[in-house]
């Protein structure tokens, strides 16, 4: 029942992601790497991007690793956000040159990382304040589940 719980989370996120913007990927933070947990719109050679990134996992450069890091939001241009070569390829520039990254952040660090563009549409980026506080609300969630996890294994 508890990965029920996380599961339900991260696809909240994800469809709140979905009605501001026309691709995303969400990456769980595993130490120094970052492995593709789910995904929606087109890679850049037209298959579904939730197939492109399965079983991808890279170490955080550019705009990813600011992100986890920092724990900030980073919105840049495609050239800018220096993503790991993998990632980029699958993606492609969207044609509106601009691409954000959410860190989904608990107390201590950065549990997951959203990469987010519009892809094929001309279209500027919006909803980014309101989608940072949905981020930050996942990553409340997250944690709670992890301690819930931690407290019930030391309690049996």
Do not use: C, H, W
């Not at 890679?43 to 705009?63: I, K, M, N, T, Y």
């Not at 800018?80 to 660090?109: N, S």
């Amino acid at each position: 029942r508890s990965g029920l719980s996380s599961a339900t989370v991260a696809l909240n996120l994800m469809q709140a992601i979905s009605e501001s913007f026309e691709r995303a990927v969400l990456f769980l933070a595993k130490r120094e790497r970052l492995a593709a947990l789910g995904a929606f719109g087109s890679a850049a050679d037209g298959r579904p991007l939730a197939v492109a990134v399965r079983r991808l996992e890279l170490a955080p450069e550019g705009a990813l690793r600011a992100g986890f890091e920092s724990s900030e939001l980073q919105s840049t241009t495609f050239a800018e956000a220096a993503l790991p070569a993998a990632l980029a390829e699958v993606l492609g520039p969207p044609v509106f040159d601009q691409v954000v990254v959410f860190p989904v952040a608990g107390v201590d660090r950065v549990i997951a990382l959203v990469y987010a563009d519009n892809g094929d549409l001309a279209r500027p980026i919006r909803d980014v304040e309101l989608l940072e506080v949905a981020a930050a609300q996942v990553g409340i969630a997250f944690e709670n589940e992890l301690l819930r996890r931690q407290l019930s294994r030391s309690g049996s």
